[in-house]
């Protein structure tokens, strides 16, 4: 499966002129650049879900919470209730991120590149209302 994963990441790179990076840990990653200098890193994961159906994880750091605190956490829940797509987690880093995850088979191109950019956008948009700063 991992060589499905791999291929698929390959194609939309190629087709949409995304220059993806593979970690070393398998995940790949691409910075989207934005208007005003702004950018966010994206990183694409491979994983299965509890049926063990494949996936694609797409995620992006919001912010690192250094002091966080219980509104701010009810800001980020109200703000889930907003989105069009994925939802705000809290990573074991005390990371907050934007993260969406689709099924693979039902996954096109085209799908996966609305999903990355809506993901991208959406994480930089938070960071820039959360702490004012491009840190990606």
Request: hydrophobic share 40%; net charge negative; aromatic share 12%.
């Amino acid at each position: 499966m991992l060589e499905i994963f791999d291929g698929f990441i390959n194609a939309v790179a190629s087709e949409f002129q995304i220059p993806f990076k593979k970690e070393d840990d398998g995940e790949y990653s691409a910075l989207v650049e934005f208007e005003g200098g702004r950018h966010q890193k994206v990183l694409v994961s491979f994983e299965k879900d509890d049926q063990g159906d494949p996936m694609i994880n797409y995620y992006s750091v919001i912010c690192k919470l250094v002091d966080p605190s219980p509104e701010m956490f009810r800001e980020a829940l109200l703000m889930n209730t907003s989105l069009t797509y994925g939802a705000i987690a809290l990573m074991d880093d005390d990371s907050l991120i934007m993260h969406q995850a689709t099924f693979l088979k039902d996954l096109d191109p085209q799908r996966f590149i609305k999903s990355f950019l809506y993901v991208a956008a959406k994480a930089d948009e938070l960071e820039e209302q959360l702490i004012g700063e491009d840190l990606s």
